[in-house]
């Protein structure tokens, strides 16, 4: 059986990121990926043009059950670490708003400047190799796999989350949390489009690509960008995002003019012959404001529109109430919320109190970020914590 310092399975964003910092200590390490292409994930990330990261970002930005797990790491990591090893490899990148880096060019070129800080820490790679099972004997991890089996006194789990199972995602990380007895905050579909109940879909469905400048609400949650329609549903980073917050039971509440004073606005067009509908296309996308007239039995004249119901109206506008019927699904989800319980890992090293050795990192623990780039900083920065360790 080969030894090794460290082994490392899954070549994702935090896996890869923890092999080269390890590696770059003088580690031996062996990386294990399954599938049969690399980084599938950062690949196809941010439109192919991968959001690597947010240069604001912080333990805000992140939903856990306990929110200040990802501080240590987020402050001894930082995008601006980050970026400069993007400036080192050459790659050129561009702030696309709100923070968000993305590459120039392609974002295998992210791939490809992770691989070559493996290579300069003389990783070892099986790939691709499943994993069939591992074991420990209180000093060292076993691992077996078809090529043999591996084994170090360090495991280093980089397996991620449910999200994309086309492209490799497996709940190995859960399993294996399980099996040396950690608990599992349950996983759910996050970052994800939502889908309308069947009466708002037989209205709203051939909105398909309108899309609205909106705050979408839930609880003390709220974002403020656009909102997509689908022919399934709500999308749109207002929605996705608001989506990691979304309890599946309560609505949503929608405002659908948050740059204007509705009250005002309606007040001023009482006793007007024009119809509310035509005076809300002036904001809204004029077949959504039909459909949502409709919907709120005041597709009529303004002066036909009482004070009380048009005092409703605007409040309608203001807090549209959405029940989604769901979200579509770990398919259409950009991650996933939940995963390890962090009252089982260590902040600092992301190791298992109870299990020496064993490292839990990136999107398979439950720290769950927002839309934007903050989720390739969580990768980078658990896996540089545990890679600085193990
Ligand atoms: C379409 C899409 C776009 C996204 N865009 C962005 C973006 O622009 N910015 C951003 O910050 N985030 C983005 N994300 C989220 C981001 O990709 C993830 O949060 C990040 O990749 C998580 O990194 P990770 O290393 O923890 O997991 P992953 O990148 O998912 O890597 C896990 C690796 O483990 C491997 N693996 C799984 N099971 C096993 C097993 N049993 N044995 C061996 N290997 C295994 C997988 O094949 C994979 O290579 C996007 C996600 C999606 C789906």
Same mark, same amino acid.
């Given at each position: 059986?080969?030894?090794?310092?460290?082994?490392?399975?899954?070549?994702?964003?935090?896996?890869?990121?923890?092999?080269?910092?390890?590696?770059?200590?003088?580690?031996?390490?062996?990386?294990?990926?399954?599938?049969?292409?690399?980084?599938?994930?950062?690949?196809?990330?941010?439109?192919?043009?991968?959001?690597?990261?947010?240069?604001? $970002?912080?333990?805000?930005?992140?939903?856990?059950?306990?929110?200040?797990?990802?501080?240590?790491?987020?402050?001894?990591?930082?995008?601006?670490?980050?970026?400069?090893?993007?400036?080192?490899?050459?790659?050129?990148?561009?702030?696309?708003?709100?923070?968000?880096?993305?590459?120039?060019?392609?974002?295998?070129?992210?791939?490809?400047?992770?691989?070559?800080?493996? $290579?300069?820490?003389?990783?070892?790679?099986?790939?691709?190799?499943?994993?069939?099972?591992?074991?420990?004997?209180?000093?060292?991890?076993?691992?077996?796999?078809?090529?043999?089996?591996?084994?170090?006194?360090?495991?280093?789990?980089?397996?991620?989350?449910?999200?994309?199972?086309?492209?490799?995602?497996?709940?190995?990380?859960?399993?294996?949390?399980?099996?040396?007895?950690?608990?599992?905050?349950?996983?759910?579909?996050?970052?994800?489009?939502?889908?309308?109940?069947?009466?708002?879909?037989?209205?709203?469905?051939?909105?398909?690509?309108?899309?609205?400048?909106?705050?979408?609400?839930?609880?003390?949650?709220?974002?403020?960008?656009?909102?997509?329609?689908?022919?399934?549903?709500?999308?749109?980073?207002?929605?996705?995002?608001?989506?990691?917050?979304?309890?599946?039971?309560?609505?949503?509440?929608?405002?659908?003019?948050?740059?204007?004073?509705?009250?005002?606005?309606?007040?001023?067009?009482?006793?007007?012959?024009?119809?509310?509908?035509?005076?809300?296309?002036?904001?809204?996308?004029?077949?959504?404001?039909?459909?949502?007239?409709?919907?709120?039995?005041?597709?009529?004249?303004?002066?036909?529109?009482?004070?009380?119901?048009?005092?409703?109206?605007? $409040?309608?506008?203001?807090?549209?109430?959405?029940?989604?019927?769901?979200?579509?699904?770990?398919?259409?989800?950009?991650?996933?919320?939940?995963?390890?319980?962090?009252?089982?890992?260590?902040?600092?090293?992301?190791?298992?109190? $109870?299990?020496?050795?064993?490292?839990?990192?990136?999107?398979?623990?439950?720290?769950?970020?927002?839309?934007?780039?903050?989720?390739?900083?969580?990768?980078?920065?658990?896996?540089?914590?545990?890679?600085?360790?193990?």
């Amino acid at each position: 059986m080969t030894p090794y310092d460290v082994i490392v399975v899954g070549a994702g964003a935090a896996g890869m990121m923890c092999a080269a910092t390890a590696g770059q200590r003088g580690r031996r390490v062996l990386l294990i990926e399954h599938y049969t292409k690399l980084g599938e994930k950062i690949r196809i990330s941010g439109g192919g043009r991968c959001n690597f990261t947010n240069v604001g $970002a912080g333990p805000a930005n992140y939903l856990s059950r306990n929110p200040d797990f990802c501080r240590s790491a987020l402050a001894r990591y930082t995008p601006r670490h980050f970026i400069a090893q993007v400036e080192r490899h050459g790659i050129a990148y561009h702030e696309k708003k709100l923070g968000q880096l993305f590459c120039d060019g392609p974002a295998t070129q992210i791939i490809d400047m992770l691989r070559a800080e493996c $290579a300069a820490g003389g990783v070892e790679w099986w790939m691709p190799c499943p994993v069939d099972g591992v074991t420990h004997d209180g000093a060292s991890f076993s691992v077996a796999t078809p090529k043999g089996a591996a084994r170090a006194p360090a495991l280093v789990v980089a397996t991620g989350g449910l999200t994309v199972p086309k492209i490799g995602a497996t709940p190995f990380a859960y399993r294996l949390a399980e099996q040396f007895g950690l608990a599992v905050v349950p996983p759910r579909p996050a970052l994800v489009p939502l889908a309308f109940a069947p009466a708002a879909l037989a209205r709203y469905g051939d909105l398909a690509g309108l899309s609205v400048d909106a705050e979408v609400a839930f609880g003390r949650a709220r974002f403020r960008e656009n909102l997509l329609f689908t022919h399934r549903g709500l999308s749109g980073p207002a929605i996705l995002q608001i989506s990691s917050y979304w309890d599946g039971r309560a609505p949503l509440s929608i405002d659908l003019l948050p740059a204007v004073d509705v009250a005002a606005w309606l007040a001023g067009h009482r006793g007007s012959s024009a119809r509310l509908d035509t005076l809300l296309a002036e904001n809204l996308p004029r077949r959504f404001a039909q459909q949502w007239c409709e919907a709120h039995d005041a597709a009529r004249p303004l002066r036909e529109i009482g004070d009380a119901a048009l005092e409703r109206v605007a $409040a309608a506008l203001e807090a549209w109430s959405v029940l989604p019927a769901g979200t579509l699904g770990y398919a259409k989800a950009e991650v996933t919320a939940g995963g390890v319980d962090t009252a089982a890992l260590s902040s600092k090293t992301m190791a298992a109190t $109870a299990v020496p050795g064993l490292h839990f990192i990136g999107e398979c623990v439950d720290v769950t970020g927002w839309l934007g780039g903050y989720n390739f900083q969580w990768a980078w920065a658990s896996g540089h914590a545990a890679g600085g360790v193990a």
